[in-house]
């Protein structure tokens, strides 16, 4: 039997309490332990950007975060970009720009590149590149993805 | 897998220290180093887990009298864009931009990366180059004791450092460079990002009117532990940076260095990249 603790912190604006074995990720704990699905597990080292969630307003990976260092903080996933059921106009510029292949890497994608454009309004091409290296995509459609993410820079400057 | 019997978040160093003294310890903070090797049978956890991130003061970037203290839960993101770095030692801020993918800055810490003890630690090279010292507490006789140790002298293998299993390496210290300090940091991988570096190299020391002095040459994944290159300061040390004396740095670089073959690169390569970024380094250095 594992040792488990008690656990709060803010998902999605929601506050959750919960039990969590101490040696779970941060990634299992939000797939298997509250099914939120949205947030994706490929390698499980850090390498690839799909399990990629917003932690105090900083993007980390959270297959390598654990759990229970999730205490008391802010924690958004994917499924807390959406609004009254509309696309974050993230999601929509993705999708409008055919970024979406397979579609596996793109929650983790998405979050990174919302983060992005929180953190500089004003991102260049080239810092959506380095900013975006931590994801990636195995269908490689690299260039649509930076297109999605400057149209939506883009009219943020119009707007 | 061994099994944890109990997780404690201390708020206080002293009772982080207490616990640490009394058996064997996990330390955790970002996770991005410990994760891993879980989960791929490298390591296993102690019977006590510690989550360190809510102790409080370990955290930040501060310049006390002439020096900088950088605590250890400080995130390579932190440092990255740290006002006070990139004014006083941009050479730390230029390792941590070369440092992995954003998520993992984010998340990584500075205490982290040098307990971790690769050789190939990104964030070790500058400091060695800064002539860094680390500061241990540990818990004796009902209080806390703190003893420094310098960088150079703290790592002893892979993975393996001086620190004792009852020390937490609290922070990171090193004296403010003068304001004629020129330091540069390179590291060459297949990628840009999110590689363990095939070589990583720091130089740094003062110039004046030409003349490099208080060299510090720093090599990493090229040796058991990221090491200063002896020879290397010396050929350089008090030198104006003149072609020759260049070429006989490279040639002091080789002899430095001590690299294997490995999964990453051949020993052949690793010594031809010291060649080139020592060269390369120094080439900077003269175009200030």
């Not at chain 2, 180059?129 to 004791?145: F, I, Q």
């Not at chain 2, 570096?197 to 740094?204: A, H």
């Not at chain 2, 050929?235 to 004396?245: C, N, Q, Y």
């Amino acid at each position: 039997m594992s040792v488990k603790t008690e656990l709060t912190f803010t998902l999605n604006g929601r506050p959750v309490t919960l039990e969590v074995p101490v040696e779970m990720t941060a990634l299992a704990l939000l797939r298997d332990g509250l099914d939120l699905k949205g947030t994706k597990y490929a390698c499980g080292e850090g390498e690839c950007g799909a399990c990629t969630i917003e932690v105090d307003g900083v993007t980390v990976n959270s297959c390598l975060m654990m759990a229970v260092d999730l205490q008391g903080r802010e924690v958004m996933t994917i499924e807390g970009l959406q609004t009254n059921n509309a696309l974050h106009p993230m999601q929509q510029s993705f999708v409008d720009h055919g970024a979406v292949q397979c579609g596996f890497c793109m929650p983790g994608m998405i979050m990174q590149a919302n983060y992005l454009v929180k953190k500089n309004p004003d991102l260049t091409r080239e810092e959506m590149t380095r900013g975006l290296e931590g994801n990636v995509c195995r269908c490689t459609g690299y260039s649509k993805v930076l297109d999605a993410v400057a149209a939506v820079v883009g009219a943020k400057q119009e707007a | 897998m061994s099994e944890i019997e109990q997780y404690l978040a201390p708020e206080n160093l002293a009772s982080a220290l207490e616990v640490m003294a009394a058996g064997a310890v996990t330390l955790v903070a970002g996770g991005t180093d410990l994760t891993p090797q879980i989960n791929e049978g490298r390591r296993s956890y102690a019977p006590t887990l510690i989550n360190i991130r809510h102790i409080e003061g370990l955290s930040g970037i501060s310049a006390p009298d002439g020096h900088i203290r950088i605590g250890c839960l400080t995130t390579v993101s932190e440092i990255r864009q740290s006002d006070l770095l990139t004014t006083a030692a941009p050479i730390l801020c230029e390792a941590a931009n070369h440092f992995a993918s954003e998520q993992i800055r984010n998340a990584a810490t500075i205490g982290g990366n040098i307990c971790n003890a690769s050789p190939a630690g990104d964030m070790i090279i500058p400091l060695l180059v800064l002539g860094a010292r680390v500061e241990l507490a540990s818990w004796k006789d009902g209080g806390v004791v703190v003893r420094q140790v310098a960088l150079k002298d703290f790592f002893t293998g892979p993975g393996r450092t001086v620190r004792r299993d009852d020390e937490l390496l609290t922070a990171v210290i090193f004296a403010r460079p003068a304001e004629n300090f020129i330091g540069y940091f390179r590291k060459s991988g297949p990628r840009p990002a999110l590689e363990i570096s095939t070589v990583s190299l720091g130089i740094g020391g003062n110039l004046t009117d030409g003349r490099f002095s208080d060299v510090r040459v720093a090599f990493g994944a090229v040796g058991p532990t990221p090491m200063r290159g002896k020879n290397t300061e010396a050929a350089l040390e008090g030198k104006i940076l003149t072609p020759d004396v260049i070429q006989a740095a490279v040639v002091a670089a080789r002899k430095d260095v001590t690299p294997i073959d490995d999964i990453r690169a051949t020993e052949w390569y690793r010594n031809h990249l010291v060649a080139v970024f020592t060269e390369e380094l120094l080439q900077n250095v003269c175009q200030n």
